[in-house]
């Protein structure tokens, strides 16, 4: 696949993506350079297969926290001076809350998770939409966000008061800077229920420890009684940045077993 024209001659695809160590966001990574893509990935972890150099000539790793401003700029950089470009930006990185409620924890420690929530699963992806939305409207490229089904339904998936509160902002996000960039970059979203991965909590717990009970409960939970893995949903975002949905803008795919009919 190539994409061309804007007086740039002809050149492959070119993505950034945040959270692409692990997960849903290494699944997108491995999908996106099977089809095409050269891939700069943002991540707080670089895998040790990335190797000393960072990376191949497809897929380079910049170590960086999506709270730093910065750290975009240089994934960006990565993307724009050995890649040649930008044609999809994939906001993906987050960190979960562990499930509580607001009367489980001290002030200070609600203040602490919220804090860290927001700023990496909704801060995140805003400093990363800034810093991808100029050089995505020059190329009429798109924007793909991970949303969730916290982004929706709340209770009996697991999430706290603080991670419903994070994607629900997302979604926010995703519809307001969908209209916002419009005609120019189109901005939608991936919604995913529950998927064993190493998600996270905010101080650094494993969300699916207990992966065998966790996954019989997001079967429960769902309609289709589905466990989707994430290279089932990776797919998805390379559509969404494909001209099959050059019409759409502002819409969430949900991956989610059929939540919305439960
Ligand atoms: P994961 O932990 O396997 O992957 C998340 C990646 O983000 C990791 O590589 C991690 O190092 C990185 N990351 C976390 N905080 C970071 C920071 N501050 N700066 C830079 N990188 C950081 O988890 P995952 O489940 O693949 O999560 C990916 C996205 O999918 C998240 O936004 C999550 O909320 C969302 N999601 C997950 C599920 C699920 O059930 N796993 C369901 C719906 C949505």
Known sequence: MTVGGGG???????AV??????GIGRAVVADLAA???RVA???????????????TDRVRWVSGDVRDPDAHDEVLDVA???????????GNAGVHDGGFGVRDLSGAELAEVARHVLDVDVVGYLLGARAAAGPLAGSGGSMVFTLSD????????????????????????VRHLAADLAPAVRVNAVAPGGVVTGLRTADGRDVFADADAIAATVREFNPLGALLSPED????????????AAGMTGEVLRPDGGLAVR
């Open 41 to 55: 990935v943002l991540d707080r972890d670089v895998p040790g297969d990335a190797g000393e150099s960072g990376g």
């Open 80 to 90: 724009l001076s050995r890649f040649g470009g930008l044609d999809l930006f994939v």
């Open 8 to 14: 740039r001659g002809e050149r492959e695809p070119v």
């Open 233 to 244: 949903i990776a797919p998805l975002y390379r559509f969404l940045a494909s001209p099959m």
């Open 150 to 173: 916290a982004s929706f339904v709340v209770r009996g998936n697991g999430a706290g008061v603080v991670y419903t509160a994070a994607k629900h902002a997302a979604l926010g996000v």
């Open 35 to 37: 089809h095409g893509y």
């Open 17 to 22: 993506v945040t959270g692409g160590s692990s």
